[in-house]
């Protein structure tokens, strides 16, 4: 268990420009779920993936953001024309039903910063 | 909707020293999880504990537990003993086990200082 992981772990980009980002789950998981978390508040929920389904987004996710799982592994996050308003950091969380709870466990994130 | 409440942006303990971060939610769910999760500076966030809304019986993991009392709808962390290890933002966080979805709404967090 190498538990989940992010790519890249920071990221300085220039508004307008386009950015992706990957997320490895940890590899029996058929969860995973994209979070934000900006300084000072706590993670607020994105969208998930039930394998390679995508479930749920939040009204968060504008137009402007689109996430894929095309194999039900990992997972990318693409903002398009960024914003300074999309300065934050990326959570991706996995999860598996075992038991019930559904605990997610969490990777490092991508600090993205839009100049 | 949901909604959970951290309404301590920070707290100090001293080594050794208990500590009870507080924790409100409200729901109108009978049904749901209950998770406080710790992010220590610059690293990923952890898993602290976990309680089950229709458990009676507070969970506990080691040097720490919680108090969970669902009429009051308040899920309070209590670290035992503590740790400049414990040194962290703690996060309360509350799942839904009825409406179908598996998000996470987490508080806005309580910063832990842990004086030596």
């Known amino acids: 268990d190498t538990g989940v992981s992010q790519d890249p772990r920071h990221k300085i980009t220039k508004r307008g420009q386009n950015v992706t980002f990957r997320c490895d789950p940890i590899s029996e998981h058929n969860r995973l779920y994209w979070y934000r978390q900006t300084l000072g508040q706590g993670p607020e929920f994105l969208t998930y993936f039930q394998n390679e389904a995508q479930l749920e987004k939040s009204r968060l996710l504008s137009d402007r953001f689109s996430a894929e799982r095309p194999k039900g592994s990992f997972s990318t996050l693409e903002i398009q024309r960024t914003e300074q308003g999309d300065s934050a950091m990326y959570l991706c969380a996995s999860s598996t039903n075992s038991g019930g709870a559904d605990t997610q466990y969490f990777g490092p994130g991508t600090r993205l910063t839009v100049l | 909707a949901q909604t959970v409440t951290q309404s301590q942006p920070e707290m100090s303990v001293q080594e050794a020293e208990t500590v009870t971060l507080s924790c409100t939610y409200d729901?109108?769910?009978?049904?749901?999880?209950l998770f406080w999760y710790k992010q220590p500076p610059s690293r990923q966030m952890i898993l602290v504990i976990r309680q089950e809304a229709y458990k009676q019986q507070n969970a506990t993991e080691n040097r720490f537990s919680v108090n969970f009392q669902k009429a009051a709808k308040s899920f309070s962390l209590k670290i035992s003993d503590s740790q400049l290890g414990d040194a962290a933002m703690y996060f309360c966080a509350y799942r839904s086990s009825t409406s179908g979805t598996y998000k996470y709404i987490f508080g806005t967090g309580t910063r832990l200082k842990v004086l030596a």
């Open positions: 729901t109108s769910e009978s049904d749901y999880y």
